[in-house]
């Protein structure tokens, strides 16, 4: 009985080592896989931006991912399920950048400006790569891109929507939910346009952070005079 006890601890320290080995090198592959998976949208999203969609192939995007093309399958189903990945995970940056300025110091005129700024300054400007896509690249595409750029622009209106209406109601005039959602749409509808005339049509990006402050004057004027807030300041 001794003899059989001592023979079972004797194997089970090696297989413990052997699974703790096992272990380390399943998260390396897994780390390895994403970091293969986040060259692979780096480089998509670079060559969408700067050659276009369509003239953009798969190939290319293996040469620049420096990975092959099967692995570029491997990972997405095809070249529209890039740009689908793509879209994702541009909308979640900017929502929770939007969000951040939002949440910083509750509703407030300062908030809502910040938002605004946080727009041109830290998204369009920084990266202009993911602003193209957004407003330029996705545009026009296949049903399913459609349907995900429409998901992302209704996330965003929603979110500008629940501000308007949290800034009403914390400066003592509350906004018609009808009325917060049509100047939702109204700002990221001026938004998308002037970063799209200044970006993509003129190329002024070294101007951004002016015109931004411009337009988010402009657009603040109309705030305050839904919020009843005079002069807004």
Known sequence: MVSAFRMTTKTAKPAAAETEALSRSALRRQREREQRYQSILAAAEDLFASTGYHQTSMEQIADAAEVSTGAVYFYFKNKEDLLLSLLDEIGYVLRHLLADEFNRAGASLDRFRGAGLAFFERFCRPYPEKAAIVFRESVGQSPAVELRRKHLFDKLNGD??????????????????????????????????????????????ADLDAIGRDAVGFILGGVCQTTGKAPCT
């Open 160 to 205: 500008l929507q629940a501000a308007l209406m949290r800034l009403g109601h914390d400066m003592g005039r509350p906004v018609d939910q009808n009325a917060a959602e049509v100047m939702a749409v109204c700002i990221m509808g001026i938004y998308e346009r002037v970063a799209y005339h200044y970006m993509i049509w003129q190329d002024r990006r």
